[in-house]
């Protein structure tokens, strides 16, 4: 039996997480839930799942889970959350909190020798070389959940580093795959978040639609596998069904396939070494015929680009890569601007900035914090 924590439990992972948990009781166990304010729900979830304890994004919906569920340490706040994350009846992690908000409650997990089950990339974006000589030093298991990086886990396998020629990520392409820029100009945040392949939460569907994912998840795979940039490419396969591939030194290439559905590399995360039985329905190769790849259009969607400029610079560029995406995502979704500013947003903010090396969670979280006001300037000016 494995005791769970899920972070950010009313989310599209989170409730792809506990799926999985209620359909295997006699192999998994939730002892501690975190969510940011949707109470209906994680109301729910406590009366189906019975943790001993959760926590909320803040004090006052706290308060108001209080008055609804009984026998359950309810916490809040940043700091509450890092608490539940590092709680000492849980044996597993699983760490699917959105944003540069995951970080924090995903180290603490990491610093209490919880293995995790890695959702939240942007905490890797931002401080992945540290996060994983934290978990080093633990001898704690980043096992990905991000279903790219899942693949790579699997072909992987006991192969070592100097085995491995390049990681070759791939990318469904968004909703406007093959589009041209003229056509990006007037994307309403409804256009983009019509994903065509997955069903996700809104921030990781806009961060389809503009590339930023892929860009997000070159990155994640660097930290994850102790890769540089240039053994890291992307190939466009708008049917999702291979979900990355490993080309080894004899150029042998390893592909993870199945239909595209975040349980299965859940299940894949909760139970390795082992297997679930049936977490997804079966792949029916015969069905699908046809499987493409492309190399990606760079011009039509810069934001890849972007992350490996930020690569290549290093030390807190990919933090302010991240903060300045987060930014000018929450700014589109709000209709503060247009789809085709996001890329700028992110250009002038990595391009303001004197990258220092990530050190220390305080240099990161400064960058990060800068990065988010220089971005803001830059979407006041750009509305004047
Ligand atoms: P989502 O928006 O559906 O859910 C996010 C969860 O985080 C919710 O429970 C929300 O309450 C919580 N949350 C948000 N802000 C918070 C805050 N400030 N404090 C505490 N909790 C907060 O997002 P999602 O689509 O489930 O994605 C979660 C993470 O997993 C992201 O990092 C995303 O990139 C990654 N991921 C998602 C998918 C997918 O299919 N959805 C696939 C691969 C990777
Ligand atoms: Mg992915």
Known sequence: MRNITVLGSTGSIGRSTLDVISRNRESFRVVALTAGSNIKLLESQIRQFKPGIVAVADAKTAGELAKKVRKID????????????????????????????GLMPTVAAIKAGKNIGLANKEALVMAGELVMKIAAR????????????????????????????????TASGGPFVNRTLKDLKNITAQDALKH??????????????????????????????????????????????????VEFSDRSCLAQMSVPDMRGPIAYALSYPLRVKDPIPALRLDQIRTLTFSVPDLKTFPCLSYAYLALAEGGTMPCVLNAANEVAVHAFLHGRIGFTHIPAVIRKTIDGHEAVPASSLGRILEADRWARETAEKYISRLRK
């Open 74 to 101: 309810i916490l809040s706040g940043p700091d509450g959350i890092s608490q539940v994350a590092a709680y000492a009846g849980s044996d597993f992690v699983i760490s699917s909190i959105v944003g540069a908000a």
């Open 138 to 169: 633990k001898k704690v298991r980043v096992i990905p959940v991000d279903s790219e990086h899942s693949a790579v886990f699997q072909c992987i396998g006991n192969h070592t580093p100097d085995q491995i020629h390049r990681i070759i990520l």
């Open 196 to 245: 065509p392949n997955w069903s996700m939460g809104r921030k990781i569907s806009i961060d389809s639609a503009t590339l930023m994912n892929k860009g997000l998840e070159v990155i994640e795979a660097c930290r994850l596998f102790n890769m540089p940039a240039g053994k890291v490419d992307v190939l466009v396969h708008p049917q999702s069904i291979v979900h990355s591939l």
